[in-house]
């Protein structure tokens, strides 16, 4: 084993751990902190391995770049006290954490073992393919992301008026 292998082993192992911080840190800024280090190890990779350097500057400007500062908005519009961070062992959040790795474990599987086609032909992965996908294919859950994300900041909203 090179050490190509082993640069990604431990860049997956890095991206597993902080995804690990995500689900259990009980402070909700730590917790958006090792979002923040899972979204841009997630971009090393795309840059380093998969030869997408499109996909991991969108992954930095997207993911990094909006949607950890809408989290972040929306911790601190939820206003939450230090004393109100409950030491739970075993919680609902563990187990959709294990659900979530259950699925993700399975959708690696049903990619690897049925699709198996490359969407470029060179083997590089390049705007215009994604795109092509995204608004054709993917099209209705791309727009199910978005009533989603506006629902959450709805309910953040919500919540966050009962306490005031």
């Known amino acids: 084993m090179g050490i190509y292998e082993l640069s990604f082993i431990l860049f997956g192992f890095l991206i597993v751990l902080s995804g690990l911080g995500v689900v259990f840190f009980k402070n ?20 380093a391995y998969l030869s997408a350097p499109f996909l991991a500057v969108v992954q930095v ?4 770049g909006a949607i950890l500062v ?7 519009l939820m206003d939450i006290r230090k004393e109100e961070i409950t030491e739970v062992l075993f919680s609902p959040r563990l187990l959709f954490a294990l659900g979530a790795v259950a699925v993700f474990v399975g959708q690696i599987l049903a990619f690897n073992i049925f699709m198996k086609e490359k969407i470029a032909s060179n083997g590089y992965i390049h705007a ?3 795109a092509n996908l995204l608004f054709t294919k993917y099209a209705l859950p ?6 989603l994300i506006f ?11 009962k306490r005031l």
């Open 151 to 161: 629902a959450a900041a709805c309910g953040a909203i919500v919540l966050a008026k």
């Open 128 to 130: 215009k393919d994604i």
């Open 61 to 64: 400007i997207v993911y990094v």
């Open 142 to 147: 791309f727009e199910l992301v978005s009533v």
């Open 70 to 76: 809408f989290v972040l908005f929306v911790i601190m």
């Open 28 to 47: 909700p800024i730590y917790s958006a902190l090792a979002l923040l280090v899972n979204l841009c190890l997630t971009a090393v990779l795309y840059l």
